[in-house]
């Protein structure tokens, strides 16, 4: 792979990634070792796509970590990922500072194990004022299930008359997801070749780019990213206008 950072437009950078971090099990599968050895060395690659995202200008980086449905997993592997959660927020600290990063968390929070919803809390209050990139991390989350929290909190609104229902648009609704703080994503990156969304942020993907790799998660570096980026820059965005009309500004 000889993809290198000059080979990006950098007048033409997505504000916001996503990522489906899938293939940790197969990769660890494939080494002989329990599918735990493959999240372990996943920080890898979470460590080189912030970084090769700093490089190039992202802003906003959301890793899909653990999913509502990932709760049905065995019980020795969702204990170890909860472990692994807590100890690398703690590890990571440091670097989170020097780097400028801002943690943020999407998902039912209060699902998670009182450590790592702490040490999670902790992390995000620490680095609130970091400004160089947020990273956002999806645990315990499903698009679904924050879709329907969200018209379950206007539909309170509207019955106790703080919302016309007239009035309800899409900002509204923006303001009611787990994102009320994020943009739309731009380009959303699945890794180990699988080629779904996974209920994963449905509605801000709206018209995001979709890039699919063979990659396993753990193998994945920056050159990966800026593969992903390139092919990116080389689609026509066009949000339900004609191509005619973008080459025109009309």
Known sequence: ??????????????????????????WA?????????????ALTAVRETIAGAMQVGVKFITLYAFSTENWNRPKME??????LLTS????????????????????????????AQNTLKDIIKATENNSNITLTIALSYGSREEIVN??????????????????????????HLYTFNLPDVD???????????????????????????EV????????????????YQNRERRFGKTSEQISTNE
Request: aromatic share 8%.
């Open 29 to 41: 599968k494939k080494k002989g070792m329990k599918r735990i050895f493959g999240h372990k060395n």
């Open 150 to 175: 969200a018209i379950k909190k206007i539909s309170k609104k509207v019955v106790n008359n703080e919302i016309n229902i007239e009035k309800i648009d899409e900002k509204i609704i923006n303001n």
């Open 1 to 26: 792979m000889n993809t290198k950072i000059q080979d990006i437009n950098p007048n033409n950078i997505p504000n916001h990634i996503a990522i489906i971090m899938d293939g940790n099990g197969r």
């Open 88 to 115: 690398t927020l703690k590890k990571e600290l440091p670097d989170f500072q020097k780097n400028g990063i801002k943690v943020n968390s999407i998902g039912d929070i209060n699902k998670l194990p009182k450590n």
């Open 78 to 83: 969702v204990d170890a990922l909860m472990t």
């Open 216 to 231: 396993l998660w753990p193998d994945f570096r920056k050159e990966h990213l800026f593969n992903a980026i390139i092919d």
């Open 187 to 213: 380009l959303m990156i699945r890794t180990s070749g699988e080629q779904r969304v996974s209920n994963f942020l449905l509605w801000q993907m709206a018209y995001a780019e979709l890039y699919f790799t």
